[in-house]
């Protein structure tokens, strides 16, 4: 437990606040402190603590919650990750909240100056308000986020380029995509090809954490993945969903010499019938490059939403 000295302005008494250490026994309240405070983004409990205890990366002196004493209560916090990137040690912001009643008090400030401290001693690069693959819940702010997207520019975080997301009405899903077709088999993966699921994705797409982002959704049951495959039983593409939250799309990819062949777009398809049996309405297709909004436009008449901006500091 750490006492809070130096509350730069507002009416909060500065002897009334603590860090307390997010654990198994406060993440509940740290959990609606989010849920209840954050405008454009929910999450269910079980997600949450995935994001969070359950993240290998997670840096429990630098994610912050802070206590007001008297009423025993979280009214801020901080969620942050740390992931080495090519010998680099970045920390990696995931969720940062002021509940709404205490805001524009310093509170921000007070929490983001302790931050800015503490990652002096743990030897990082680099603070990136961004995606914290393989275990992240969005790829930067939510430009949306006008306050936290502000709060970050005071403190010179830069920002480069934009990362969409994409939002599809499963209102257009209608029938049962099909289980063949044109010499290529699809199916839910099952456990005995988990293996050969992970390898596939490794071998195709050695350059990112998709394999170990594919990997998270066998812990689902049942698995969130659909593969294809072919008339020898080889693997020829996959497409996941639901590991982000609920509703997630992504990652998925098809073998580089049958591109264009449709098997992208049954997998994807696939994925949306099994959103819509869950009862969601809409998905969000993760992190779209280019001109591959394109084909899912076209596919599915998914619209660019939400934008997010990935921030970055440097630290010294
Ligand atoms: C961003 C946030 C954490 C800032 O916390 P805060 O305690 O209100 O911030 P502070 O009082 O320390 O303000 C510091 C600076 O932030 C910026 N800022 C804060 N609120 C702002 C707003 N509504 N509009 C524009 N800038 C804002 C300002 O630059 C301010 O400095 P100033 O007072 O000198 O102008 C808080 O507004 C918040 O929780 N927003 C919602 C975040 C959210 O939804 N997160 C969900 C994703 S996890």
Not at 187 to 194: H, K, T, Y
Request: glycine share 8%.
């Amino acid at each position: 437990m750490v006492k809070v000295n130096n509350l730069r302005n507002g009416n909060l008494n500065r002897n009334n606040l603590v860090y307390r250490q997010l654990s198994s026994k406060n993440i509940q309240e740290v959990y609606d402190l989010f849920e209840g405070n954050s405008a454009f983004f929910s999450l269910p409990f079980d997600y949450f603590k995935k994001g969070t205890l359950d993240d290998d990366g997670i840096d429990f002196d630098l994610s912050l919650i802070l206590y007001e004493i008297e009423k025993d209560k979280p009214i801020a916090g901080l969620l942050i990750a740390i992931r080495k990137i090519s010998e680099e040690k970045k920390g990696f912001i995931k969720a940062f909240v002021v509940d709404k009643n205490y805001r524009r008090q310093g509170i921000g400030t007070l929490i983001f100056d302790e931050l800015l401290k503490r990652a002096k001693g743990k030897g990082l690069n680099q603070i990136i308000y961004g995606p914290a693959v393989p275990n992240y819940w969005q790829p930067g702010v939510d430009i949306r986020n006008t306050s936290l997207y502000f709060f970050l520019k005071k403190y010179r975080f830069k920002s480069h380029r934009a990362i969409f997301n994409l939002t599809v009405s499963l209102d257009l899903i209608k029938n049962k995509p099909p289980l063949k077709k044109e010499g290529y088999k699809y199916e839910r993966v099952q456990p005995e090809d988990f293996d050969m699921l992970y390898d596939f994705v490794k071998q195709q797409f050695p350059n990112n954490t998709w394999a170990a982002e594919v990997k998270f959704s066998f812990n689902f049951n049942p698995p969130t993945t659909f593969i294809a495959k072919d008339t020898n039983n080889n693997m020829v593409g996959w497409a996941t969903h639901s590991q982000f939250y609920p509703g997630s799309f992504g990652p998925t990819g098809v073998k580089e010499s049958l591109r264009g062949k449709g098997i992208g777009t049954i997998l994807f398809l696939w994925c949306l019938w099994d959103i819509k049996q869950k009862g969601l309405h809409t998905s969000e297709i993760m992190w779209v490059d280019g001109n591959t909004i394109k084909f899912y436009s076209k596919v599915s008449g998914a619209y660019i939403s939400p934008i997010f901006y990935p921030m970055y500091k440097k630290i010294r």
